[in-house]
């Protein structure tokens, strides 16, 4: 099996993923799930990832469809497609699943799979964290990161719009 194919392999529909969760919790592993639009992956993203990760022993990244990162970012948005975001997130070895979720928020992901831990970055707090209250009732915890990184994918993207017109 190429590498590319065993990479495709962790991109998961919703149902199928929650079947693999319930396997993975037969086995007695711990899911991390952490969510975003990741359109181009930085070093405050590689960041939280790799902190998620080391919150057990399967991290689930769930990321926002093209429509729906149009609607929170704007039409320009992303620039990445949906497909090439899972595949660039998927090939992280510490990512064990990538899951694309059309829905505003990333609710029926969490309620499906019901994480051990739920991940955000320092820009949330636990009140606005999407599927902390439905976590923590099923046992499990959230985790906010701190950022160490002051870097977004907006910044990257207006730093080369302004190159372009140097």
Not at 3 to 14: D, N, P, S, V
Not at 36 to 55: K, S, Y
Not at 66 to 94: C, F, H, W
Not at 156 to 166: G, H, T, V, Y
Request: net charge neutral; hydrophobic share 40%; charged share 20%.
């Amino acid at each position: 099996m190429n590498t590319e194919t065993r990479i495709a392999q962790k991109i998961f529909k919703l149902s199928p993923l929650a079947e693999q969760c319930n396997i993975w919790r037969s086995q007695r592993q711990k899911i991390v799930f952490t969510n975003g639009c990741f359109d181009i992956l930085h070093i405050g993203h590689i960041h939280n990832l790799q902190t998620a990760a080391d919150q057990g022993d399967k991290l689930i990244v769930a990321i926002n469809s093209d429509a729906s990162v149009r609607v929170l970012k704007g039409e320009n948005r992303p620039i990445n497609t949906q497909e090439n975001r899972a595949m660039i997130l998927a090939s992280l070895a510490y990512v064990a699943a990538v899951v694309i979720f059309d829905a505003p928020t990333p609710l029926q992901c969490i309620e499906a799979l019901t994480p051990d831990v739920l991940v955000k970055g320092g820009d949330y707090t636990k009140n606005n964290i999407v599927g902390a209250q439905w976590v923590e009732q099923h046992g499990g915890r959230v985790l906010i990161i701190p950022f160490i990184h002051q870097i977004s994918t907006t910044q990257l993207i207006n730093q080369m719009q302004n190159k372009e017109k140097e």
